[in-house]
């Protein structure tokens, strides 16, 4: 049975596909300024805020991170393994924006807030 979801290969490719989910939020929007740094375009969707009342799922609460382009899935996959081994390893400090006061990975040069070079 043909998967009701998957795109015939003579339609346009579908626009994006889930990368996955992160319920940390300021990870999600680190993997998107060094995934797209690397030229690898990706977008980040969260789900609208609902009422905190009762349980909420683990994952329905998370951001969803989007890759634009299908065709760079391996690319980006090994940007977020790369990314995630560099970040557990001391190397360089975490710094903060002197201008808006967003925290950034060791690896990032400038604001992906404010846009600020790293002073
Ligand atoms: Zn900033």
Redesign the pocket.
């Known amino acids: 049975m043909r998967n009701p979801f998957q795109t015939p290969m003579n339609d346009t490719p579908p626009a994006r596909v889930l990368l996955e989910k992160l319920l940390d939020r300021v990870e999600a929007f680190a993997l998107v300024h060094y995934l797209d740094a690397h030229g690898i375009p990706v977008s980040l969707s969260e789900p609208p805020l609902r009422s905190a009342l009762g349980e909420i799922p683990f994952l329905e609460t998370a951001a969803e991170l989007f890759l634009d382009d299908p065709s760079r899935w391996n690319d980006a996959r090994a940007l977020i393994d790369r990314y995630r081994s560099g970040a557990s390893a001391v190397r360089g400090t975490v710094w903060t924006?002197?201008?808006?006061?967003?925290r950034h990975e060791p690896e990032f040069g400038e604001?992906?807030?404010?846009?600020?070079v790293r002073s």
Do not use: N, Q, T, V
């Open positions: 924006c002197s201008e808006c006061g967003e604001c992906w807030s404010c846009g600020r």
